[in-house]
T-cell receptor, first 108, second 114 residues
Framework: GIQVEQSPPDLILQEGANSTLRCNFS?????LQWFHQNPWGQLINLFY???GTKQNGRLSATTVATERYSLLYISSSQTTDSGVYFC??????????FGTGTRLKVLA | NAGVTQTPKFQVLKTGQSMTLQCAQD?????MYWYRQDPGMGLRLIYY???????DKGEVPNGYNVSRLNKREFSLRLESAAPSQTSVYFC?????????????FGPGTRLTVL
């Protein structure tokens, strides 16, 4: 089946720093989303981005489906950005897969 | 517009007990899903319902049953709970075409089986 790998697995930043999170996948995808799971466990939709580039405030994402990766950019990080970031994708018919996650901690 | 709601928020069971987790969405979505998240891991699909009246197994269906009660509601039942089913359970829904649309998640149910 399709493999999904996220990097880095862990990241510690000082408040105000920028970061890039990566999601690599091994097969073509129909759908790709980025989620932030906050320290209370809530899953927050960040982007629905099967291809192309989107921006929302300090966050932006790019998916290059032909090269099988997606990037999530966080600029001017804040402590509230802490948590785990997941990419989630759908491949083929009814295959829904979460990535391994990047655990981010932003220090004040 | 509450989105996806789940009840209960927390539950503790003893081994062998049964329970049903409830999920409802008010976004008029066709497709609904149940996932589980074990500590330090991503979510894994248990069952899904592409449309009202249909259900299918996901990656980890053993020990669970589901019912798509109507378009709004999708329940997950544990007939005989086991400690291995201790997890956080998330329900999700998506519109129109199940694999071409964004999924929206509920707040989760934290289940402990002793």
């Amino acid at each position: 089946g399709i493999q999904v790998e996220q990097s880095p697995p862990d990241l510690i930043l000082q408040e105000g720093a920028n970061s890039t999170l990566r999601c690599n996948f091994s097969d073509s995808v129909n759908n790709l989303q980025w989620f932030h799971q906050n320290p209370w466990g809530q899953l927050i939709n960040l982007f629905y981005i099967p291809s192309g580039t989107k921006q929302n405030g300090r966050l932006s994402a790019t998916t290059v489906a032909t090269e099988r990766y997606s990037l999530l950019y966080i600029s001017s990080s804040q402590t509230t950005d802490s948590g785990v970031y997941f990419c989630f994708l759908t491949s083929g018919t009814y295959k829904y897969i979460f990535g391994t996650g990047t655990r981010l901690k932003v220090l004040a | 517009n509450a989105g996806v709601t789940q009840t209960p928020k927390f539950q503790v069971l003893k081994t062998g007990q049964s329970m049903t987790l409830q999920c409802a969405q008010d976004m008029n979505h066709n497709s609904m899903y149940w996932y589980r998240q074990d500590p330090g891991m991503g979510l894994r699909l248990i069952y899904y319902s592409a449309s009202e009246g249909t259900t299918d197994k996901g990656e980890v269906p053993n020990g669970y049953n589901v019912s798509r009660l109507n378009k709004r509601e999708f329940s997950l039942r544990l007939e005989s709970a086991a400690p291995s089913q201790t997890s956080v359970y998330f329900c999700a829904s998506s519109a129109l075409r199940e694999y071409l649309n964004e999924q929206f998640f509920g707040p989760g149910t934290r289940l402990t089986v002793l």
